[in-house]
């Protein structure tokens, strides 16, 4: 078996953390549904004893997230190699805060996605005492502000959802461990994937996935992953797991790592269509304002550049018309399906303000910006000629 450390993230997303199955040879990880596990003597058996704390097909999803983010855990000293699978995105971001002791401060960015922001300020500023303080990340000297010595956690999105703004993840870093070494700093990395952007090898200490968009990849299953390259971390996030028990079913362990797969083939095309839309877009003349990473009008475009090695299927657009126009243009689409959720092979459309983000209060969604004529695109798979041309009906 090759080292996958040694392998390309093309070839990684096939092979890391799995291995053809000792007893018959199959090379697809099995299943395995059983709940427990038999014992040699009391106490005595062979690293698995009761599937919340220890399942090989889980295991094999959790190494694989690990080693696409470039853990440097080996699988000698932990089974899972700082890998950690949860039966949500929302299961994996909770458990996180779970870090944290009761009180604590937490610099966020100001744009993250609806459901993070009810968690934080709608569950743990009540259940935790949390002290949440988001921040526009974009300008570190904001950040630098805001960062103090007690700051528990700085938790970020880039790009962030829905306004695709791109944060200096090495500029964060460098400023939260200046001002307090201790700090845990998070990033949400489900808009990029690992194949777009590697938040641990910037410094981060957590990278966080919802694997039910891009790494899943199929809209068929709910998931969440998590994976750090500190070995007292993943001590502490596996001890949190196995007490809080939040795990991903065996089942759904098998479709995530099948979906991964494709990651890198899927993520070509989003990211070649994502642009050539991009660019078609903001090429038209009823467009207020058309935002993706790649575009050279993208502010953080050289952020994007030198942190990214590609810019993904996201596009954020402003149409001319206000509310109504953004109304017609989503009921009119044939191709893209006008539905929540993001990074699957088919295309989907929405619209911030009523679905998404419906959870941020509307003085602050003004503030953000994400206003009425905002709508958001995960462009797919599917042919990008198709794709525009259904977008051209649907603005007519
Ligand atoms: C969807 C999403 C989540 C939440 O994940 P679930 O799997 O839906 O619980 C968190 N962060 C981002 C950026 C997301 O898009």
Same mark, same amino acid.
């Given at each position: 078996?090759?080292?996958?450390?040694?392998?390309?993230?093309?070839?990684?997303?096939?092979?890391?953390?799995?291995?053809?199955?000792?007893?018959?040879?199959?090379?697809?990880?099995?299943?395995?549904?059983?709940?427990?596990?038999?014992?040699?003597?009391?106490?005595?058996?062979?690293?698995?004893?009761?599937?919340?704390?220890?399942?090989?097909?889980?295991?094999?999803?959790?190494?694989?997230?690990?080693?696409?983010?470039?853990?440097?855990?080996?699988?000698?000293?932990?089974?899972?190699?700082?890998?950690?699978?949860?039966?949500?995105?929302?299961?994996?971001?909770?458990?996180?805060?779970?870090?944290?002791?009761?009180?604590?401060?937490?610099?966020?960015?100001?744009?993250?996605?609806?459901?993070?922001?009810?968690?934080?300020?709608?569950?743990?500023?009540?259940?935790?005492?949390?002290?949440?303080?988001?921040?526009?990340?974009?300008?570190?000297?904001?950040?630098?502000?805001?960062?103090?010595?007690?700051?528990?956690?700085?938790?970020?999105?880039?790009?962030?959802?829905? +306004? %695709?703004?791109?944060? $200096?993840? =090495?500029?964060?870093? *460098? @400023?939260?461990?200046?001002?307090?070494?201790?700090?845990? !700093?998070?990033?949400?990395?489900?808009?990029?994937?690992?194949?777009?952007?590697?938040?641990?090898?910037?410094?981060?200490?957590?990278?966080?996935?919802?694997?039910?968009?891009?790494?899943?990849?199929?809209?068929?299953?709910?998931?969440? +992953? %998590?994976?750090?390259? $500190?070995? =007292?971390?993943?001590? *502490? @996030?596996?001890?949190?797991?196995?007490?809080?028990?939040? !795990?991903?079913?065996?089942?759904?362990?098998?479709?995530?790592?099948?979906?991964?797969?494709?990651?890198?083939?899927?993520?070509?095309?989003?990211?070649?269509?994502?642009?050539?839309?991009?660019?078609?877009?903001?090429?038209?003349?009823?467009?207020?304002?058309?935002?993706?990473?790649?575009?050279?009008?993208?502010?953080?475009?050289?952020?994007?550049?030198?942190?990214?090695?590609?810019?993904?299927?996201?596009?954020?657009?402003?149409?001319?018309?206000?509310?109504?126009?953004?109304?017609?243009?989503?009921?009119?689409?044939?191709?893209?399906?006008?539905?929540?959720?993001?990074?699957?092979?088919?295309?989907?459309?929405?619209?911030?303000?009523?679905?998404?983000?419906?959870?941020?209060?509307?003085?602050?969604?003004?503030?953000?910006?994400?206003?009425?004529?905002?709508?958001?695109?995960?462009?797919?798979?599917?042919?990008?000629?198709?794709?525009?041309?259904?977008?051209?009906?649907?603005?007519?």
């Amino acid at each position: 078996m090759i080292d996958p450390r040694e392998t390309r993230p093309g070839t990684r997303v096939v092979h890391a953390g799995q291995r053809p199955e000792p007893t018959t040879g199959a090379v697809m990880p099995p299943i395995f549904l059983s709940s427990t596990y038999a014992q040699d003597s009391p106490g005595v058996h062979k690293g698995f004893d009761y599937t919340r704390a220890q399942n090989p097909t889980r295991y094999a999803l959790e190494r694989m997230i690990a080693l696409l983010e470039g853990s440097t855990i080996s699988e000698e000293t932990d089974p899972s190699c700082g890998g950690f699978a949860f039966s949500s995105g929302m299961a994996a971001t909770s458990l996180i805060l779970d870090l944290l002791d009761q009180g604590s401060r937490v610099v966020t960015g100001d744009d993250l996605y609806g459901g993070t922001h009810r968690l934080f300020k709608q569950v743990r500023e009540r259940s935790q005492g949390l002290q949440t303080i988001p921040v526009d990340l974009t300008d570190t000297k904001n950040f630098e502000d805001a960062m103090t010595s007690d700051t528990a956690m700085v938790w970020l999105e880039t790009p962030t959802n829905p +306004l %695709l703004k791109v944060i $200096d993840l =090495e500029a964060i870093v *460098r @400023i939260a461990k200046a001002k307090n070494p201790n700090t845990i !700093v998070v990033c949400d990395n489900t808009f990029a994937t690992p194949l777009n952007q590697r938040p641990l090898l910037l410094g981060c200490d957590i990278v966080m996935h919802s694997a039910t968009k891009y790494l899943n990849g199929h809209s068929d299953c709910v998931a969440g +992953l %998590l994976a750090t390259s $500190d070995p =007292e971390l993943a001590d *502490r @996030i596996r001890f949190i797991q196995k007490s809080a028990g939040p !795990v991903l079913s065996p089942f759904d362990s098998y479709m995530v790592l099948r979906g991964v797969k494709t990651l890198d083939v899927r993520m070509q095309r989003h990211n070649e269509s994502g642009l050539s839309i991009a660019r078609w877009l903001e090429s038209r003349s009823d467009m207020e304002r058309v935002v993706h990473p790649g575009l050279l009008s993208h502010p953080q475009h050289e952020i994007a550049k030198k942190q990214m090695t590609g810019f993904g299927g996201m596009i954020t657009i402003f149409v001319e018309g206000g509310i109504d126009r953004a109304r017609t243009m989503l009921e009119r689409v044939k191709v893209f399906a006008l539905a929540e959720s993001l990074g699957g092979v088919e295309s989907l459309i929405e619209h911030p303000a009523i679905m998404t983000h419906a959870s941020v209060p509307p003085d602050q969604r003004a503030e953000l910006g994400i206003s009425d004529s905002l709508i958001r695109l995960s462009v797919g798979i599917e042919d990008p000629a198709d794709l525009i041309a259904d977008l051209e009906q649907a603005l007519a």
